[in-house]
């Protein structure tokens, strides 16, 4: 139950700026370098900072066995969605 005039901290993360980010992280299996594995990370953060992901990042580096290959980010402020606008009576993407 949740208590009135309470608010989620995902809710006053959006009022302070934050947005929806997403993760791709690319990382070497401990046991088989050779071979990578994927993991997606998601969670409000601050673009161009982004200071929750860095922080995961860190945590990982220090505490997870597996070494980054790499990170791919997805942001609300980086992808939008597409805009439809009608001309001459037909719906073209602008």
């Known amino acids: 139950m949740v208590e ?38 998601q969670d409000y953060d601050l673009c161009p900072t982004f200071p929750e992901l860095f922080k995961f990042l860190a945590f990982w580096q220090t505490k997870l066995e597996g070494p980054l290959f790499a990170v791919r980010v ?15 009576g037909l719906f073209r993407l602008n």
């Not at 997805?74 to 001459?88: G, I, R, T, Y």
């Open 74 to 88: 997805a942001h609300s402020d980086l992808v939008q969605p597409a805009e439809f606008k009608a001309v001459d």
């Open 4 to 41: 009135r005039g309470s608010v989620s901290e995902d809710f006053r993360k959006q009022v302070l700026g934050y947005g929806l980010t997403t993760a791709e992280i690319l990382y070497r299996r401990p046991d088989r370098q050779w071979l990578l594995q994927s993991y997606t990370w």
